[in-house]
C-alpha cells in the first residue's frame, strides 16, 4: 500500500478506461487527489514576461517597473498556501523524497517549451553540505542539463528568501559561468530551470550570465510564480 | 540553564557537545539496512542524497537527521533541585473507591512493575495518579507525563501545576515557543519523548489507546527509549484496545480496575436511533426530523450538547442544515481548525451553546451538563473505543452526573453494539461496587 507522500493517507488509485486501453504502465500516484488539488495551476491568462497568474494577458505592474525585455519566465504553478508549505518541507526541511510529488508535472511543463540546453539555478557549496541536494535538479528525472552556473562562494550573508523586496532587488551578481560555459552556451536557446520566481532578480542575473557566455536567447521556467 | 543540563537523557544532534558528553552518528548501519537512531525506524533504500548522506523521513518533522549529524547525549543524573514545602498540593481529597485503585496503583509502582489503569470515562484517572506521582518525586525520579493528543497535555498542564505546586515542571509540544528547560517533572507529548533517552524512571501515558499512538510503531518505541532501563511505566485509558487487553491477559502488564465514575452514578447508555439514508438527506439540505426535534428540545430547555460527525466535510452541511432549521448559535471545530483551542474555550465558558465536531473531541475534554448526539454512528470512523470515549462526555461533573447520549445511524453496527455491550459491562461491574443508575 502506498501513502501519500504530503499527507500520510493511503492512496486508492482508480484506472481510467482511456489507461486500460492504452495498454501501458500505469502510472504511480505519489499524492492523493485532495493534496494535487491545492495546488493551483496557473492558466493561460497570465503575464507574458513573469509567468504570473492574472486577470488579463497584459504585462504586469511588476515587470513594467523592471522595464526590461530582457526574459520571458513561465511558471506552472501559483504560490500560494499549499505550494508554500510544500516549499518549506522539500527545501528547508530537507525531505527530498517530495521531489517525487512534482517530477511529473515538470516534465510536462519542460515538454512543452522550446529549447536546446536546460541551465538549472545552482545552490552554492555551503548549501550543497547542508541540505545536501539541489532542489530543482531534484525535481528532474531524465532531462539533460548542464550546470552552466556556478555560484560565487559568500554573497549569501542571509537567504534570499529571509529579504523583503528592496533588500531582494539590491543583490548582487551570485553567478560566474563555469569554465565550459562558452562552448555548451554558444549559439543555443537556454532554459534556466528555478523553484520560485519572486522578484526576477536571480533568473535576471543568471540570464545576464548566460547572455555574457554566448547565449542566442535566455527563456526560465520555474515552479512557481 | 547550560548546554550541560540540557542534554542530560537527552538525544540532540549538535555540531559540539560539551566534554562530558558522549555522542554517536545519528543513523547507523545493520547489515545491510540502515537505522535512526533517534526514532529507531529503518530507513528505506531511496532515503539517500545526491550527496550521499542518508537521512530519516520518520522523525523529519522534529529536524532532520542525516548520516553527517551526531547525537550527543549526558546519562541522566537526576539532578534536580530540592523541592520546597510539601509536595503535592492538591487541596481535594479521593473517594473511597479512587483511594483503592490509588494506594494499588503506589503499591505497584513501589515494585517498579509496569501496568495499566483501566478506569471509566470521568473516573477521575489523573487524581488517582497524584498520591503515586507524589511518592516518585519524592523518590528523587525523574517522571514523564505524556499523551498522543496535544489538547490532553494543555488541559492537564495547570492541574498538575496545582496539584504540584512546589515541583519544577515543562511543558513541551509541537508548537511549543518557550524554551526547554530541564525539570524533574516532564508534561509533553509523545513525539517529544524522541528526543530523550533513557532519562525518565517513570512514564505516565494518559489516553494509550488514542490516535496515533495506538497505530504507530514510532511512538511506541518512543515512550521504551524513553524510559531508563531500570524504569517502568502506567498506562492510563478507559477504553484499552485488543493488544493492552492482551498483555494483561499474559500477566506483562498489571492492571487496576476503576469501573464506576466518582461520583457513583453509572456511565450513561448508548440510545440508537435509526434514521434512513440520512447521507443522501444531508446531500440535499435536510436532517432527519428526529435528530431536529431533538435538538430543538434540547434549545428550548437551555441543554447544551455535542454533535459529533464522521467527516470533516460533513461539518458545513450539517451546521447549514441546523441553521435552517432554526438552532443557531454553535460553532463547527475540526482538527486542522486554526481557533480550535479558542472554540472549545468558548464552549467551557458557556458563550456558546453547542459544537458541531470531529472525533478529534471525543477524548481529554470535559463540559459540565451536557449532552451527545452522534449523527451516523455506523461510519467506520466511530471506533467501539471512539463510541465509548463520545458516550463518556456525557455526566462528568459532580452536579450533573447524568445525561443523554443519543446515536443516528442507517443501519444498526456491530460497532455500536459493542459499544453499548463494553458500557453495560463497565456498569454491571459498577453496580456490584454500588453504582446508582441514572
Same mark, same amino acid.
Given at each position: ?13 482508480? +484506472? ?70 510544500? +516549499? ?8 527530498y ?41 531534484g ?13 560565487? /562562494? ?18 548582487q ?32 542575473h543568471?540570464?545576464?550570465?548566460i ?12 515552479? /512557481?510564480? | ?23 554517536? %552518528?545519528?543513523?547507523v ?11 529507531h ?21 522534529? &529536524? ?20 520546597t ?10 473517594? %473511597? ?33 497524584? %498520591? ?66 533513557a532519562?525518565?524512571d ?9 490516535f ?13 527509549t524513553?524510559?531508563? %532501563? ?33 461520583? &457513583? ?19 440535499k ?8 426535534r ?82 451516523g ?26 445525561g ?13 453494539r ?16 454500588? &453504582?446508582?443508575?441514572?
Open positions: 500500500m502506498s501513502q501519500c507522500l504530503l499527507c500520510q493517507q493511503v492512496l486508492h488509485p482508480q +484506472m481510467t478506461l482511456t489507461q486500460f486501453w492504452r495498454w501501458q504502465p500505469l502510472p504511480v500516484p505519489v499524492v492523493c487527489p485532495r493534496c494535487e488539488q491545492q495546488f493551483e495551476r496557473i492558466t493561460t491568462m497570465h503575464c507574458p514576461q513573469c509567468g504570473r497568474q492574472q486577470t488579463s494577458m497584459t504585462v504586469c505592474h511588476d515587470c513594467e517597473r523592471w522595464g526590461d525585455q530582457q526574459l520571458r519566465n513561465h511558471a506552472v504553478y501559483t504560490y500560494n498556501d499549499a505550494m508554500k508549505a510544500y +516549499m518549506q518541507q522539500y527545501k528547508f526541511q530537507g525531505d523524497a517530495l521531489r517525487q510529488v512534482m517530477m511529473a508535472p515538470l516534465t510536462q511543463a519542460l515538454a512543452r517549451q522550446n529549447y536546446d540546453v536546460l541551465v538549472p539555478i545552482p545552490v552554492n557549496q555551503e548549501t550543497w553540505q547542508t541540505r545536501g541536494f539541489n532542489q530543482v535538479t525535481w528532474l528525472q531524465n532531462q539533460p542539463f548542464q550546470q552552466a552556473l556556478l555560484v560565487t /562562494a559568500d554573497h549569501k550573508d542571509q537567504p534570499q528568501s529571509a529579504k523583503t523586496r528592496q533588500q531582494r532587488l539590491l543583490t551578481q551570485p553567478f560566474s559561468l563555469a569554465p565550459n560555459a562558452a562552448m555548451v552556451l554558444a549559439g543555443k536557446r537556454i532554459l534556466l530551470l528555478d523553484d520560485v520566481y519572486t522578484t526576477g532578480r536571480t533568473l535576471r543568471a540570464a545576464t550570465q547572455y555574457l557566455g554566448g547565449a542566442k536567447a535566455v527563456t526560465s521556467l520555474t515552479l /512557481a510564480r | 540553564m547550560n548546554d550541560e543540563q540540557s542534554l542530560f537523557g537527552r538525544q540532540l544532534p549538535l555540531t559540539a557537545g560539551p566534554a562530558n558528553s558522549s555522542a554517536q %552518528p545519528a543513523i548501519s545493520v547489515g545491510q539496512r540502515k537505522q535512526c537512531q533517534r526514532c525506524q529503518w530507513l528505506l533504500p531511496t532515503d539517500q542524497l545526491p550527496n550521499q548522506a542518508w537521512y530519516c523521513r520518520q522523525c523529519l518533522q522534529l &529536524g532532520r537527521l542525516t548520516s553527517q549529524d551526531k547525537l550527543y547525549t549526558i546519562a541522566e543524573p537526576n539532578r534536580f533541585a530540592q523541592v514545602g510539601p509536595i503535592l498540593t492538591w487541596p481535594g481529597k479521593l473517594s %473511597p473507591m479512587q483511594g483503592t485503585a490509588a494506594t494499588a496503583i503506589l503499591d505497584l509502582v513501589r515494585q517498579q512493575r509496569d501496568q495499566l489503569l483501566w478506569a471509566v470515562t470521568g473516573a477521575g484517572k489523573t487524581e488517582i495518579v497524584y %498520591p503515586a506521582l507524589a511518592w516518585a518525586l519524592a523518590q528523587n525520579w525523574r517522571v514523564a507525563w505524556v499523551s498522543p493528543r496535544v489538547d490532553v497535555c494543555l488541559e492537564l498542564a495547570p492541574r498538575l501545576q496545582q496539584a504540584f505546586g512546589h515541583v519544577p515542571q515543562t511543558l513541551l509540544h509541537g508548537n511549543q515557543t518557550a524554551p526547554y528547560r530541564y525539570c524533574q517533572l516532564t508534561l509533553c507529548t509523545t513525539h517529544q519523548l524522541l528526543r530523550f533517552h532519562a525518565f517513570w512514564i505516565i501515558v494518559d489516553e494509550v489507546d488514542a496515533p499512538l495506538a497505530t504507530s510503531p514510532l511512538l511506541q518505541t518512543a515512550i521504551a524513553a524510559q531508563k %532501563p531500570t524504569g517502568s511505566h502506567l498506562y492510563l485509558t478507559a477504553t484499552p484496545g485488543e493488544q493492552l487487553q492482551r498483555q494483561v491477559r499474559q500477566k506483562r502488564l498489571a492492571v487496576t480496575y476503576l469501573p464506576l465514575r466518582y461520583h &457513583g452514578v453509572l456511565l450513561p447508555q448508548i440510545a440508537v436511533r435509526l434514521i434512513w439514508r440520512w447521507r443522501e438527506s444531508l446531500a439540505g435536510k436532517l432527519a426530523p428526529k435528530l431536529v431533538q435538538l430543538q428540545g434540547y434549545r428550548r430547555r437551555g441543554q447544551r450538547f455535542l454533535l459529533f460527525v464522521p467527516h470533516v466535510v460533513d461539518l458545513k452541511p450539517v451546521a447549514q442544515a441546523l441553521q435552517q432549521a432554526g438552532i443557531v448559535g454553535g460553532l463547527t471545530v475540526h482538527a486542522a481548525d486554526d481557533d480550535r483551542a479558542a472554540k472549545v474555550q468558548a464552549m467551557r465558558d458557556q458563550t456558546v451553546s453547542f459544537l458541531i465536531t470531529t472525533t478529534i473531541l471525543e477524548r481529554g475534554v470535559t463540559f459540565p451538563d451536557i449532552a451527545v448526539v452522534v449523527l454512528g455506523d461510519d467506520p470512523v466511530f471506533s467501539t473505543a471512539a463510541l465509548v470515549q463520545i458516550a463518556g462526555r456525557v455526566g462528568r461533573h459532580h452536579d450533573f452526573p447524568t443523554e447520549v443519543t446515536v443516528y445511524c442507517h443501519s444498526q453496527s456491530r460497532r455500536v459493542l459499544a453499548q455491550g463494553m458500557i453495560a459491562r463497565l456498569n454491571r461491574q459498577g453496580k456490584r461496587l454500588g &453504582g446508582q443508575r441514572q
